[in-house]
């Protein structure tokens, strides 16, 4: 099979449902706010069942905004695989968190408003902190994979919970990138090797 032929009709069909679903969820809750938007109110808007929607974003209107968490792991062990000749784990993670949500310096407008809807709205953050979370394992994998550790070994967990923690916690303070700095000056007093 030949694997640069474009995608076909259904294949564009499905993203072109999955975009103009999270277009309008995301409208809406800017325009509303989360809590006073209804799934039924988002698949009217997108011109789609209730049903279609919850086909596509079976995480519910958490995941709309959010995803499914599959593009935070690839980017998370991409940023670690893929990291510069002498550049650390460390850095590599903090390099790459300081480009998402409330941590990123210039972000655009619409960006900033949806990073700021997350950070205010205790379901999106709730879960926006289990999408984080849910990598453990596969961010201690790949660190272990790149250190020559033991994916299982204890510190390697640990360090990949703390990481992933970082979003939750230092993204709601008044100055998220440096509060994220803050969180990596300790991680380095813990891990100085990674």
């Known amino acids: 099979m030949d694997r640069t032929q474009a995608p076909g009709r259904r294949e564009r069909k499905k993203a072109a449902t999955r975009q103009a679903l999270a277009t309008a969820a995301r409208r809406l809750f800017l325009e509303r706010g989360f809590d006073q938007v209804t799934v039924a109110e988002i698949a009217d808007a997108a011109d789609t069942a209730v049903s279609t929607l919850f086909a596509h974003f079976p995480g519910g209107k958490e995941a709309l905004v959010l995803g499914d968490g599959a593009e935070r792991e690839h980017a998370l062990t991409t940023a670690v695989r893929d990291r510069p000749a002498g550049v650390s784990i460390l850095r590599a993670l903090h390099d790459f968190l300081a480009t998402r949500g409330p941590f990123d310096p210039a972000p655009d407008p ?30 201690a994998h790949v660190i272990a994979e790149q250190t020559g550790q033991d994916p299982g070994d204890l510190s390697l967990r640990l360090f990949a919970r703390y990481v992933l923690e970082i979003p ?27």
């Open 110 to 139: 619409k960006s900033r408003a949806i990073a700021d809807l997350v950070v205010s709205t205790p379901a999106l953050r709730a879960y926006a902190r289990t999408l984080w979370t849910s990598c453990e394992t596969t961010l």
């Open 168 to 194: 939750d916690i230092a993204g709601t303070e008044p100055d998220p990138p440096a509060a994220l700095a803050v969180a990596f000056t300790h991680l380095q007093r813990g891990w100085p090797d990674l």
